[in-house]
């Protein structure tokens, strides 16, 4: 898709919800925009993610505290004004933008206002895809505010890939990867029988069985921090199993096998896809990580995150029609999301290997699309 952009100044605007979501969703947003030679403010109101998120920035990207005042005089002001998932635009910045370009005489040249919304592969995704709202009232009367769908089909905003994603992902050491792991916690090799399973969680009902099932054969897991270790020391500890230091491992014996559970540091997000990549199964929540899993191509299951009115369980099975997904494979999902109360049926090698080739003709239905900066930029050019 061709793009006669030249570079634009956007302002992208987050509010935090879930500290790694939203940023996390953001960042990589802001991050490909720049890399495409455009400039940006992200606006947010808690950036302490990108502490270790993004420890070191990225040229062409500015932070500006949410609740700061607009530019100054001497800034650019926005070409393009990107809210994430329905924030909410401070009305002292879009008053200024509206006045920036009356200054001008350029009344009809106001901000492209795009509203990027949530990921899902529901059907109405497709049909509010790119539809326009007018503002009646506040200093945006009379602006049309655009609404950009993220998604999984053609019809929709597609996903957030950088360009030599796929081309990182086929250079990957996994071995070299693992050895590496091992070697930082002090621990041996645990040979080719081994199987690695990455934990990025809420706090799931089922945790607990997914712990004692993984004894059934060696299995190295590795658990993020905050929510995810919290809820497997708690799920350990509920079993008499006790608590080891913050950073380091445990070793629990299953009978004849072994599980060996470390215990991870925050890490940058290329360090989180390279964890996904080296790992055969992988525990992801929300939304970004699901798609960074989508693009490892290794087994997954999606904790969705849930919400009061049970809205989630529509979209965790429209995701698993897309996906194809075998019945094994929802079955496990609907136990790992609470929508049933079924036992956890912990994948065998052949069935592992059965939901690997799922996520791999999902990640190949996907790469035939353009990645979601690509669309968005092609967006851009037409309205404006």
């Known amino acids: 898709m061709n793009h006669p952009l030249p570079p634009l100044q956007w302002d992208v605007f987050c509010r935090v919800i879930d500290n790694f979501g939203d940023i996390g969703v953001c960042w990589r947003l802001v991050a490909q925009l720049a890399a495409r030679g455009h ?18 920035g990225c040229p062409g990207v500015e932070l500006r505290a949410w609740g700061s005042p607009p530019p100054g005089p001497d800034e650019a002001p926005p070409d393009v004004m990107v809210e994430a998932f329905g924030c909410d635009i401070a009305p002292d910045f879009i008053a200024y933008s509206a006045y920036q370009s009356s200054a001008k005489g350029q009344e009809d040249r106001k901000p492209l206002w795009v509203n990027l919304e949530y990921l899902s592969a529901e059907s109405y995704v497709e049909r509010h895809h790119k539809l326009s709202s007018l503002l009646s009232s506040g200093p945006g009367a009379g602006w049309t505010r655009w609404f950009f769908y993220p998604g999984f089909t053609p019809a929709t905003g597609g996903l957030l890939r950088e360009h030599d994603l796929m081309a990182r992902r086929e250079a990957f050491d996994r071995s070299a990867w693992r050895a590496k792991h091992a070697s930082a916690f002090g621990l041996g090799d645990g040979g080719p029988e081994q199987r ?8 799931p009902a089922a945790l607990p069985e997914l712990l004692w099932r993984c004894q ?3 299995t190295q897991l590795l658990v993020t921090p905050g929510r995810p270790t919290a809820a497997v020391r708690a799920a350990l500890a509920e079993h008499g ?7 380091g491992h445990q ?11 470390s215990y991870l540091p925050p890490r940058p997000q290329p360090a989180f896809d390279e964890m996904l990549w080296a790992c055969d199964f992988n525990a992801v929540r929300g939304e970004d990580s699901l798609v960074r899993a989508l693009w490892a191509g290794q087994a997954l299951v999606w904790q969705i995150y849930p919400q009061h009115d049970n809205a989630h369980h529509d979209k965790l099975w429209a995701f698993l029609d897309w996906l194809q997904a075998p019945a094994s494979l929802r079955q496990f999902h609907a136990t790992w999301n609470g929508l049933d ?25 996907l790469v035939t699309q353009d990645n979601l900066v690509a669309q968005l930029l092609g967006f851009v050019a037409e309205k404006r």
């Open 39 to 56: 400039r940006v403010r992200l606006w947010v109101d808690d950036a302490s993610a990108l502490q270790w998120m993004a420890p070191t």
């Open 196 to 203: 690695w399973v990455s934990l990025f969680c809420y706090e």
């Open 216 to 218: 059934a054969q060696p």
């Open 241 to 247: 199993v006790q608590n080891m230091k913050q950073i």
């Open 251 to 261: 070793r629990l014996s299953g009978g004849r096998e072994q599980l060996l559970i």
């Open 341 to 365: 109360t079924a036992p956890l049926q912990w994948p065998g090698d052949d069935t592992l290997a059965e939901w690997t080739a799922c996520i791999q003709a999902a990640r190949a239905r």
